[in-house]
């Protein structure tokens, strides 16, 4: 190809790179945990938790989950499902002077459309820290299947807090 086609095609190119984004459906999550809490939080002897600010380590658009376009970043509906988790396990969360704290980063928040089903799958890398130290350091996951998408989000969601709430080596650090 020569340079002269090159660039006479380079701005179709461009067009057709961002056609996905600006084309993304929007959809509102609105997440509330509904979940009768599974873990008491209110005792934990180990000391107050703070939940901090995960990041997303996907590439591209912070708010896509995958061809749709959410209303807030994907990172920050995580963090609010797991907030809304704990607190309901009775968790005095704060911002300073916390023994323990949860950060993370969402690795993967992805949709499949299956013969009318949609499939959710979340992953976030989740680490809990006790001062400078690492407690707990692993992947967490969630996925669901429904017929409406914010049915599938929710379910993933909540599978992904069951995911670490329920983990032994968690509670063992936090309880």
């Keep these: ?11 179709m190119l461009c067009i057709l790179s961002f056609s996905t984004v600006s084309f ?9 945990y509904t979940q009768d809490p599974q873990v ?3 005792k934990a002897p180990k000391g107050s938790l703070k939940i901090a600010s995960f990041t997303d380590t996907r590439d591209g658009d912070a708010t896509l989950i995958g ?4 209303e807030k970043p994907v990172a920050e509906i995580v963090h609010d499902a797991l907030s809304q988790a704990f607190i309901k ?14 950060n993370g980063e969402v690795t993967e928040f992805s949709v499949q459309d299956k013969a009318g089903e949609f499939d959710v799958t979340v992953r976030v890398h989740a680490t809990l820290r006790a001062g400078s130290r690492t407690a707990y350091d692993t992947v967490i996951f969630g996925r669901a299947s429904a017929a409406e998408l914010d049915a599938a989000i929710h379910g993933a969601l909540e599978k992904l807090i069951t995911s670490l709430i329920w983990d032994d080596y968690f509670l063992n650090e936090v309880i």
Excluded: C, H, K, W
Aim: charged residues 20%; hydrophobic residues 45%.
């Design 1 to 11: 190809m020569s340079f002269r086609r090159f660039f006479a095609a380079m701005p």
């Design 24 to 32: 993304a459906e929007d959809i509102e999550v609105n997440f509330t």
């Design 67 to 70: 061809s749709y376009n959410a």
């Design 40 to 42: 008491d939080f209110s």
């Design 89 to 102: 396990g009775g968790a005095g969360l704060v911002e300073e002077g916390q023994s323990l704290t949860l």
